[in-house]
């Protein structure tokens, strides 16, 4: 009577653990449509990080050339000085002329 409790009792616990090791999630091959998933999630990160790189270049390329832009004007506010004072002498030059005509006139 011993003899069949022991048999029972091992037979109980071989089927508990034959149950339990059933019961374990097992590792699957991905089907198609997840492995198809799991690449267009790829893609899109990847064109995500691109169109980031990108948008840093074209700021950096914009940030260029708006100091480029600026220099230039700065440049141009210079020519316009120089110019405005050279007018400036030319007309003070010619206004000394008209007087000192003026002045042969009336000798």
């Known amino acids: 009577m011993k003899l069949i409790k022991v048999i029972g009792a091992a037979l109980a616990i071989g089927a508990v653990g034959l149950a339990i090791s059933a019961c374990q999630k097992k590792e699957e091959t991905p089907g198609p449509a997840e492995t198809m998933g799991k690449q267009i999630d790829s893609a899109v990160k990847n064109a995500g990080d691109q169109a980031a790189v990108v948008a840093d270049k074209a700021q950096e390329k914009a940030a260029e050339a708006g100091q ?9 506010k210079e020519g316009a000085k120089d110019l405005t004072q050279k007018a400036g002498e030319k007309m003070e030059a010619a206004g000394q002329k008209i007087q000192d005509t003026a002045k042969e006139a009336q000798k």
């Open 68 to 76: 480029k832009l600026d220099k230039a004007v700065d440049d141009m």
